[in-house]
């Protein structure tokens, strides 16, 4: 439902200020170190991709939620929980997700 929330809130008058809020992945929050190597493939173009994300974390648990620009301008609202005893392993799996998405993610033939 985090997800419907975030895309909910995207027709909200408060959107913007909203979405300039979310830390930068690769700039400042705690995915301030995450996704560099990602990132500096988009450096040549004029509208970089970004991912706006909060992170979260409990015991045996890390969360991912916020949005993703899209190297094509296509914007995407992401939410992903890893709950494991080992979810702290689990980072580069969202990591991957986020390259994902910046990439363009599905194939829209694909996607449902």
């Known amino acids: 439902h985090l997800t419907q929330l975030l895309v909910a809130a995207r027709n909200l008058s408060v959107a913007d200020t909203f979405y300039n809020s979310l830390p930068i992945a690769g700039t400042d929050g705690t995915m301030k170190n995450r996704l560099m190597a990602h ?11 970004e991912a706006r994300i909060k992170t979260g974390a409990l015991v045996d648990v890390r969360a991912i939620s916020g949005y993703v620009m899209s190297k094509s301008g296509k914007m995407y609202a992401v939410t992903s929980f890893i709950n494991h005893p ?14 994902w998405l910046l990439n363009d993610g599905p194939d829209p033939k694909q996607a449902r």
């Not at 080992?86 to 390259?99: E, R, S, V």
């Open 39 to 49: 990132l500096r493939k988009f450096l040549h173009l004029k509208k970089k991709p």
């Open 86 to 99: 080992n979810a702290l392993k689990g980072l580069d799996a969202h990591d991957q997700l986020l390259a």
